[in-house]
């Protein structure tokens, strides 16, 4: 099936003339389809509602001119070529619809040649802006990379799988473990493709109650049902042009999934209480953390609709299977907190960032990202350390958010003399700012006793030291 591009429209009151434009250009570009308009408002309604990547009008017309028509196309639709149509053929005017933002102009009566070269050259341009637009966007606000942390092989292989697949259109299914990013890697696909210049659109299947989802989805007419007051734009058409996700998809309901398939595979949805199907242009993402199979084999979740979604598949990583990246990750998240809080620095020390590493972060990413805050919150000084991290673990854990299972006395005793001692050493070094000599005179212990503790715990005292300002 031949995958339709945005619109071409022709604008023009003879409706004969128009007609036969239509088809010359229809037939010259078959994967464009072509839409005629017979007056300037019209025509303007129609490329804000719907994408379009052309537009050939002519200059003379009754109500809204064509001179007006372009102004008012450019402003809106900057990156999008227009073409004028004069039956007069004079040098001033095909200059001042130049000047105005026209592209190129052609003369009454076409010529078929002339014509399949300027839609073809201005249908290349609309396609420059707007990649030019998009890489502009990318650079100006953030590299779509930024929020896909981690260089360890695996993660390497996802983004290029992830570049892959955003340069096509068909369906993707995303799957992970909660926490593990999903969205971030719809969102980042969505930024690399095609369809980045609309906006992105999301919706949880599993959060939104189920007698509302198939409104939020599909729209609905004023009327159709008790409380239906007025008409409203489902999330198709929101997205019309752009990109969907479906986030746990695995959650939707089992009566709205028939009507989600005939979408996907009509291109057309029909609103609660419409008579008539409407054309769209979607891409469609999903995103789970089930066992979709597991899902099928029960019975909640349609065979022929997973095929449909899983054209193409993405697999997130835990966590636990790439611990390489924890210290970047970590890293990152301490600097963007930081920022969030509008406070000072703080880093880890490399024996925190080791520790943090040998976890197992059953909450993967998200779980890493809300200790992480907890620590800059929490931790005073300019250094968090391993000693800092533990006992913010044991609060965790204490609190009733962790995972072991009870220790045994002997167990929990050493426990809890080695996060003294810990935090003991840290703080003493942080009053003698990593003097080990005047530590031991503090503390009443002798220098080579800190020295064979601080090697034990993996500290570096010069970590301690204040730097000048």
Known sequence: MTQLCDAILVVDDESDFARGLARLIQKGFPSHPVVVKAEGQAALNFIQERPCALMITDLRMPGMDGFTLL????AIKPSMSVIVLTGFGTIETAVAALKAGAYDFLTKPIDQDCLYRVVSRGLERTALLRENKRLRYMVATCNPWQTIIGDSPTMRRLREEIEAVAATDYSVLIQGESGSGKEIVAR?????????ERPFVSVNCSA????????????????AFTGAEKTRQGLFM????????????GDMPLHLQPKLLRALQEREIRPIGGSQ????????LASTNQRMESRINSGYFREDLYYRLNVLSIRLPALRERPQDVPLLATHFLHQTCRELDAGEKELTQDALHYLSTCTWPGNVRELLNFIRRLAVFCRGSLITQAQV???????????TGHSALETYKEAKERFMEDFTRSYIHRLLEETTGNISLAARMSGLERVSIQKIVRRLGIVAEEFRRKPD
């Open 71 to 74: 102004t008012q196309t450019h």
């Open 188 to 196: 980042t696909i969505h930024h690399l493709s095609r369809r980045s």
């Open 208 to 223: 939104i109650p189920e007698q509302i989802l198939e409104s939020e989805l599909f729209g609905h007419l004023k009327g």
């Open 238 to 249: 929101e997205a019309d042009g752009s990109t969907l996700l479906l986030d746990e998809i």
């Open 277 to 284: 199907n409407i054309p769209i242009d979607v891409r469609i």
């Open 390 to 400: 533990r006992l913010m673990e044991a609060s965790a854990q204490g609190s009733g």
